[in-house]
């Protein structure tokens, strides 16, 4: 029979493990709510129970289990209370990334170890245990995808030491690849969007106005939906994109390529 044109994703019946959302605006909401719509089954994953209890509401009647990612043990916990009711894994979402900006937008040079170390643990290493954890669940075709950002050689000051960060994702991405390649046919890929309208974005010094030249740049002239992201997420979550692998999907509305619009350049240098 042909497919159904009404299940072109084919995710009905798949359980897709989903990390990161803190509320409505979260990328991880925006994927579980698309891939949801496609039939599969979300188990959702929270940092703590105030969060849980946030967005209990927002989730419905869905599973929703908190694991602080900074403790292997609560990992390993955590794999065995999904393992309990899921035997099968057929995908899962990593949306998940810290920083501190408490003090403020400060240079590169002077980023504090003990911040970016920990940034590194939570935004990246964090993939990596999650991978390893759930690797005996994973279903023969599973797929992994982290959420990245459009570019991380651009030195956007106010980002600060976090796209350094971002670009340990996206090779993380890919040494995934290669290592579950040894034992499996589970893929990893990356979603990098351009700016979006998210409260964690909120929390950057500086965010708002990146956020609002960052929609004139794009060629549309309109910024960047977070549905947007989620769909290119439930793509690579589905087996119609199994010939994608150890890849970082950017999603920018075309941002990249409007940086010396002819509007842009005449508004810089010969400013009313």
Known sequence: MPDDPMDYLQLAGKTILIFGVANR??????????????????????????IRNHVRGLLGGAEIYTCDVEHEDEIGRLRDQVAAQHPRIHGLVHSIAFAEYSEGNQPFHQTPKAAFLRATDVSCYSLVALARAFADLFDADASVVT???????????????MAPIKAALNSTVVF?????????????????????????????????????????????????????????????????????NAQRIVVDAGMAINYFDRDLIRRALRPD
């Open 147 to 161: 959420i990245s950002i459009s570019t991380t050689d651009m030195a956007a000051e106010n980002y600060g030491y």
């Open 25 to 50: 605006k979260s990328v991880a909401y925006h994927v579980g709510r698309v891939v949801s719509e496609a039939g599969a089954t979300c188990v959702y994953v929270v940092q703590n129970e105030e």
């Open 176 to 244: 995934l690849a290669k290592s579950f390649s040894r034992f499996s046919r589970v893929r990893f890929n990356a979603v990098a969007p351009g700016l979006l309208k998210t409260s964690a974005s909120a929390g950057i010094p500086g965010y708002v106005d990146a956020y609002l030249y960052a929609e004139q740049v794009i060629p549309r002239k309109e910024a960047l939906r977070t549905e947007e992201v989620a769909h290119a997420a439930a793509f690579l979550l589905s087996p119609r994109s199994s010939g994608i």
